[in-house]
Nanobody
């Protein structure tokens, strides 16, 4: 599969918002999911959110539930991650990736492939 292409990110003050985008063109799978992960300095990569591109079902990490919103646009082959009410602890490099097993309820990192290059999100006053 072709690596995903990410955009968005940047620096924002606490309480602010950002939107990340992930283009999934070139994927020939019938059903699949797109997941977002993040890795803060000195920490392991962690799950953030996942969406089934076929049926729109979603999954969120407890740390972002109620603040982040994942969505997809079939017409543009894109998945978005809206980051609201950002906190300094949200600072990390964010990655999107493909789950060819379309298993957002499990949301297991080892199932994901075709990782994007990552985009920096910095939340600082």
């Amino acid at each position: 599969q072709v690596p995903l292409v990410q955009s968005g990110g940047g620096e924002v003050q606490p309480g602010g918002s950002l939107r990340l985008s992930c283009v999934y063109s070139g994927i020939t799978l019938g059903q699949f999911a797109i997941g977002w992960f993040r890795q803060a300095p000195g920490k392991e990569r962690e799950r953030v959110s996942c969406i089934s591109v076929s049926d729109g079902s979603t999954n969120y990490a407890d740390s972002v539930k109620g603040r982040f919103i994942i969505s997809r646009d079939h017409t543009k082959n894109m998945v978005y991650l809206q980051l609201n009410s950002l906190k300094p602890e949200d600072t990390a490099v964010y990655y999107c990736a493909v789950d060819p097993w379309n298993s957002c309820p499990l949301f297991e990192e080892e199932e994901f492939e075709s990782w994007g290059k990552g985009t920096q999100v910095t939340v600082s006053s």
